[in-house]
């Protein structure tokens, strides 16, 4: 039986959660390069400059049509929320993202086969409060939340210099970055959070 989290609607103009895990849940990160190289795949697809490759052919483009929100890379899944402008971007962005990120992994590391257990999933977000809630369970994702380097916190909650991350469509629903610093902080507010997005995610167990 499919997923019900696999994409079946694709909307323009919307926000989605986009979550994928390892082959029977191994680790698809397993030194500080391997992030900064998934990272760097967004950075190639979303700089507003085009980038080229060795051969000084561009890669492909989207800046114009898909946003990355949020995320965090986990040792053996990660999470993004992203918003597509136009229909069919966020397929062309995950399918170049996790395409040369397996091709990377299979040869860095000398292995055959998927990387990832299987394509990725990606939940819809249909309201502000889902969206400031997911964000949150997302940024919570690392017992060592506050000081994990492999997630799109510091830069909602300090400076960011990237033209590909998209921060403040969150940061605009709070009054300042202080604010949303203290939403992630709630912890009164936690567990609501997270039983709201395990209904979601219902099928689905990530290992945080």
Same mark, same amino acid.
Request: proline share 0%.
């Given at each position: 039986m499919p997923s019900r989290n696999v994409l079946k609607v694709d909307v323009p103009g919307s926000y989605y959660h986009i979550y994928a895990r390892g082959a029977s849940r191994s680790e698809i990160f397993l030194d500080t390069t391997d992030y900064k190289v998934f990272l760097g795949l967004f950075m190639r697809y979303l700089s507003q400059k085009e980038l080229r490759d060795s051969a000084g052919m561009p890669y492909k483009k989207l800046y114009d049509d898909i946003e990355l929100v949020c995320y965090c890379l986990m040792p053996n899944h990660f999470h993004l929320v992203v918003y597509q402008v136009h229909? #069919?971007? $966020?397929?062309?962005?995950? !399918? #170049?993202? $996790?395409?040369?990120?397996? !091709?990377?992994f299979n040869k860095t590391y000398k292995r055959s086969g998927s990387l990832f257990e299987s394509r990725y999933k990606a939940s819809r977000i249909a309201s502000d409060d889902y969206l400031m809630h997911i964000t949150r369970y997302i940024h919570l994702n690392p017992k060592n939340w506050q000081d994990y380097s492999y997630s799109s916190l510091e830069c909602y909650i300090g400076e960011n210099d990237t033209d590909w991350l998209h921060e403040t469509r969150i940061i605009e629903l709070f009054q300042s970055k202080e604010a949303y610093g203290d939403f992630v902080a709630d912890y009164e507010a936690v567990k609501e959070s997270l039983d709201l997005v395990k209904a979601d995610l219902a099928g689905y167990s990530s290992d945080s």
């Open positions: 229909a #069919g971007a $966020m397929q062309r962005l995950m !399918r #170049g993202v $996790m395409t040369a990120y397996s !091709r990377y």
